[in-house]
């Protein structure tokens, strides 16, 4: 049996059907309280960090890799224009980097995409932020002793460096994993995967094949 109850609106009336035995509904749902079945969809956990900003290993735990302020020269990119990245970028980044503890970075970009950077630039910029730029271009003869040299100054001073290339992918992967040898003292096969493996379990991207490193290593640069 069913009870009948009119509802008034402004405009109508209608009538609800609603079940004689409502405690049948407290044992299972009915069919009109069932919940809304929607699609999962992916997304950032909260513990996501922006800017592809993690640690390269738990082996060196002062030693971050990150993307560089405004990604510049990105195909399809918004700055890949000299002068295109505004202060502003940097500063925000510069910020984040602060608030992590970050004191020093190691950056791989090449002097072309230097230039994206508007006045006063990239180096200065993060000097007046209290933080301490190494340029590194790894395509020039003698970049990985200097990189792995700015590492271990950070090291040795105790204070925690961030390594960048572009987006944070292929040069910092090989450049943390230089690190990792030298200062880990792991093979360069197993400096690769392993600075692989941990950016895949801390939500990060980074890219690194042995041969590669191997060959950062043999040649002093990329």
């Not at 995409?113 to 590194?136: H, M, N, R, S, W």
């Not at 970049?143 to 292929?170: P, W």
């Amino acid at each position: 049996t069913l009870l009948m109850f009119a509802v008034r609106s402004a405009s109508s009336v209608s009538l609800l059907r609603l079940p004689r035995n409502l405690a049948a509904c407290r044992r299972r749902p009915c069919a009109a309280a069932r919940p809304l079945q929607t699609r999962a969809v992916a997304s950032a956990g909260p513990d996501t960090m922006p800017f592809n900003f993690g640690g390269a290993s738990d082996k060196v735990p002062n030693v971050f890799g990150v993307e560089a302020p405004g990604v510049p020269m990105k195909p399809g990119g918004a700055y890949n224009d000299p002068g295109s990245v505004p202060a502003a970028v940097v500063e925000e980044w510069a910020a984040f980097l602060a608030a992590q503890g970050v004191t020093r970075t190691i950056c791989l970009l090449k002097p072309e995409e230097l230039e994206c950077y508007a006045a006063p630039g990239y180096a200065a910029i993060l000097q007046a932020k209290g933080i301490t730029p190494a340029l590194v271009d790894i395509f020039q003869p003698g970049a990985a002793d200097r990189l792995t040299a700015a590492a271990q100054a950070a090291e040795d001073a105790g204070e925690k460096v961030a390594v960048h290339c572009s987006g944070g992918e292929g040069r910092t992967g090989l450049a943390l994993g230089a690190v990792l040898v030298a200062q880990a003292g792991l093979s360069a096969g197993d400096a690769a995967a392993e600075v692989v493996a941990h950016a895949a379990a801390t939500g990060v991207v980074r890219k690194l094949k042995a041969e590669k490193l191997e060959a950062l290593l043999a040649n002093g640069q990329a």
